[in-house]
């Protein structure tokens, strides 16, 4: 590893004096005396770029991380050149390019404070072995300086003291500080003096960030070539410096389907089909519900993608559609490699139109992998990705699969000392030619990108389901994931908590763990525990290898089965308020999972939290995480939180002690709240919804609460048929008042709304709707007061 500071034979290189300066509309040019150039993009108020070279000329502009969707636009610049510095404007933000050296300090241009300023700032090192240079930056940390995201890094919450490398990675039973890992996502939000703002380095080489570990006071990142290239995105609110990150990484193209936020049941492996209807029908048999079912490489002939085995699956259109019947959802996976035999079409043609990756030299890239000696189809290559896509036609469009699994697209390649293809192997990268050092970040992302083109095809009208490993920054907007090959214990399931929070975080929040465990097998208690918290991810999967035994809910015993039953019941009535969350992922980048550092950075005890989150807007959710608990401690953020159990309120801002035996776990939810619930399912669809239930949390005081709804799969809902609803809460010493403004022109199966009222501090005396007031019998007390209302109704008045 190339360390920041500590070079051995070359020193660093550094701009010298700004010589001159130009504007060209928002992009702002700096030349240094000795060549550089610095170009800062005004891409938006809050969002800069800033982008170096050492030779005078850019490479060609390109990023697989950007997306075409992202916001563009800010309402003021002006640049201003002083004595010393260059001054440039923004309505959020303030710029000062020093002339001496190019350092850049960033302000808050509310109110002039410090945000972030270079220390060496941009300097470089030329690599003599590759050509090019060794981009490296490095900026004074503030203090009290946090750091939060880097995509799946398994430590906790707070980076800070930590140094980190960014290489995609296959890495089985990886552990707690385990670097890199199957990420990179080159991401992080800082925090000081109750102000957030972001970086984002697009490069997609190998790269490192280290915060204040090398030094103590100096946070830095450099990558092993391309272009010193960052976004600094201002905040001052983490959850701004979020959204607009993944704003600029792009948000899912599409609402996932309904029932990919059911449960998924997954084995390495289910075969032959006796076995998978074995496990389909005891799922139904023991009603605990379930929407898809996971085949793993050996559904294949000799694991060649695109293929079946005839003897362990004779007919799978037909299993698929029993399966489909029953209300499962068939999920295939799909490896890279693509075995070498000339009798198999799939290799054939990527050999006789030149698909696959080369070796600098001009031979293939051979690596061998599952299916043994394979070659690679170059993903990079937009007119592969093409094909790759067409490849899904007949498992999609005629078999009936619903979705489709991307493993060991780090590449992973077995038997070779780096675990996948080496340096000099090419690649196409959309045209700009380069080298595996410059695609290998990228890879798995561009494969889960022509994976994702090939469903879009061929599941229309309905929407499709991917699931990657590999990720890069802007991975997200085609795909979900996993957290890679985990390990059966209870320091797992803390680190499948901290993964999901930071994936959240990172722009990527349709995440989940294998729950249970890959590696290894749980004992009843853990897996219990795991479900508990499996239930709160946006992706929801009981995944693990074959020789570890038995996972299913079933495996551990009555206890174990009814409690894991009765939590994923649980995810299943909370359907609509997670679809809801997701609909604010894909519409405005909020994350769907928030740390409490994000959900509340001015109090300080929320810099350092791991355990706790906020599921979507208004729940907390703590999971119990080490054998023979009887509940645990653990922080409420400052507001009320009531009990989910039990409705009884905590006051937030302190730590404290919840009870929950193995039945149970710490979930509260936010006074004011509005939670809305459907009846359990055994599967998404297999009841008509005939009615919302409503949990209304009293609050003395306001809040506002949605749900949104569509037809639950297709595109409808982007032609406007969606329902939204926005609820208003006004809460007095005697009197509750909900108001209910409705848009989109979706109609919703059910007519009425079942309203709960939790926690309400009077006696009901009159009840008005819409000004009408309806009889008191209508009131339904078994502990709380419920109410059946027709779901149009837009204002109700419950009185003392
Ligand atoms: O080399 O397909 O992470 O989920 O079950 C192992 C077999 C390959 C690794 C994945 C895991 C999957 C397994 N795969």
């Known amino acids: 590893m190339i360390l920041n500071t500590e070079l051995e034979y070359k020193g660093n290189l550094f701009p010298s004096k700004i010589t001159n300066y130009e504007k060209n509309l928002n992009v702002l040019s700096f030349t240094a005396d000795n060549g550089v150039v610095l170009e800062i993009t005004v891409r938006r108020d809050s969002i800069l770029r800033f982008r170096y070279t050492t030779t005078g000329i850019f490479e060609n502009d390109f990023s697989y991380a950007i997306t075409k969707y992202a916001s563009r636009g800010y309402n003021h610049l002006e640049v201003k050149e002083e004595a010393d510095t260059y001054v440039i404007t923004t309505s959020k933000l303030i710029c000062k390019v020093a002339k001496a050296d190019m350092r850049i300090s960033l302000y808050d241009a509310v109110d002039n404070t410090l945000i972030c300023e270079d220390e060496l700032g941009f300097h470089w090192e030329e690599s003599y072995q590759f050509g090019g240079n060794v981009v490296k930056m490095s900026k004074t940390a503030q203090p009290g300086e946090s750091y939060y995201g880097l995509g799946d890094k398994p430590v906790d919450n707070n980076l800070k003291g930590k140094r980190f490398e960014n290489w995609v990675t296959d890495s089985y039973a990886y552990g707690r500080e385990t670097d890199p890992i199957y990420k990179a996502i080159p991401f992080y939000t800082a925090l000081h003096n109750k102000k957030s703002y972001g970086i984002f380095f697009d490069n997609s080489f190998r790269s490192y960030f ?92 000799g694991f060649r993608c695109f293929t079946w085995s005839k003897k362990h699956f004779p007919d799978p259109k037909r299993m698929v559609k029993e399966l489909a019947d029953d209300g499962f959802k068939t999920i295939v996976i799909i490896d890279p490699g693509i075995k070498i035999d000339m009798d198999y079409s799939v290799f054939k043609e990527g050999l006789e139109k030149d698909y696959f990756c080369k070796r600098a030299d001009g031979p293939y890239m051979k690596g061998k992998v599952w299916p043994g000696e394979c ?43 780096g675990k996948s293809f080496p340096d000099d192997v090419r690649h196409n990268y959309d045209g700009n030619h380069c080298s595996h050092r410059k695609a290998h970040n990228v890879y798995g992302m561009q494969m889960a990108r022509a994976t994702y083109q090939g469903l879009k095809k061929f599941s229309y009208p309905k929407r499709p389901f991917v699931i990657t490993r590999a990720a890069y920054s802007g991975t997200q907007r085609y795909t979900s994931s996993w957290t890679g090959d985990n390990v059966a214990t209870w320091d797992h399931l803390n680190i499948a908590n901290l993964q999901a929070q930071r ?40 995944h693990s290898s074959g020789d570890h035994g038995d996972q299913e809910p079933w495996a551990f015993g009555d206890t174990i089965t009814n409690v894991v039953r009765k939590f994923i019941e649980l995810r299943y009535q909370l359907l609509p308020y997670l679809y809801t969350a997701f609909w604010r992922n894909v519409s405005d980048g909020i994350p769907i999972l928030k740390s409490l550092v994000l959900y509340d950075q001015e109090d300080p005890q929320t810099h350092y939290r791991n355990d706790e989150f906020i599921f979507g807007e208004k729940i907390l959710v703590c999971p119990v995480n080490g054998p023979n608990q009887k509940g645990r401690r653990m922080y409420f953020p400052i507001g ?25 776990m710490p ?11 459907y009846p359990v399912q055994q599967y998404v669809g297999e009841k008509t919804i005939e009615e919302l239930t409503l949990d209304v949390y009293y609050k003395l005081g306001k809040e506002t609460s949605q749900v949104y709804e569509d037809a639950n799969d297709g595109y409808d809902y982007i032609k406007g048929r969606y329902s939204l609803r926005d609820f208003k809460l006004t809460g007095k010493e005697d009197e509750l008042i909900i ?58 008045h419950i009185m003392a």
């Open 503 to 542: 994936m959240s975080m990172s722009g990527f929040s349709f995440i989940g763990s294998d729950i249970g465990g890959f590696a290894e097998q749980p004992n009843g208690e853990l897996y219990a525990r795991w479900i508990q918290l499996g239930i709160f991810h946006p992706f929801c999967r009981t």
């Open 667 to 677: 979930i509260f939810v936010s006074e004011g709240a509005i939670i809305p619930k």
């Open 739 to 796: 108001q209910q403004f409705k848009t989109g022109k979706y109609i919703t199966t059910y007519k009425t709304f079942k309203i709960s009222l939790h926690g309400l501090p009077f006696d009901i005396k009159k009840i008005e709707v819409d000004n009408v007031e309806i009889p008191l019998q209508k009131l339904i007390s078994n502990g709380n007061n419920i109410l059946i209302l027709d779901k149009e109704f837009t204002e109700l």
């Open 640 to 664: 009320r939180w009531y009990n989910f159990w039990t409705d009884e309120i905590v006051e937030g801002g302190q730590e404290t002690w919840v009870d929950a035996d193995l039945d149970s």
């Open 210 to 301: 280290d915060f204040c570990h090398e030094r103590r006071n100096i946070t830095s990142f450099w990558a092993h070539g391309g272009e010193m290239n960052y976004y600094f995105i201002y905040g001052p609110q983490m959850s701004e410096v979020v959204a607009n990150y993944t704003d600029l990484t792009g948000k899912p193209h599409e609402m996932p389907a309904l029932w990919a936020l059911g449960y998924h049941q997954c084995k390495w492996s289910y075969y032959p089909e006796s076995k998978v209807k074995e496990i389909t029908s005891k799922f139904r048999e023991l009603q605990i519900p379930c929407d898809a079912i996971y085949l793993d490489i050996d559904y294949m002939e």
């Open 375 to 417: 070659y690679f189809p170059d993903f990079t290559n937009p007119e592969v990705r093409d094909w790759w896509s067409d490849l899904f036609k007949e498992l999609i469009e005629d078999i009936g699969v619903k979705g489709v699994w991307n493993d060991m697209n780090e590449p992973a390649v077995m038997d070779v000392p």
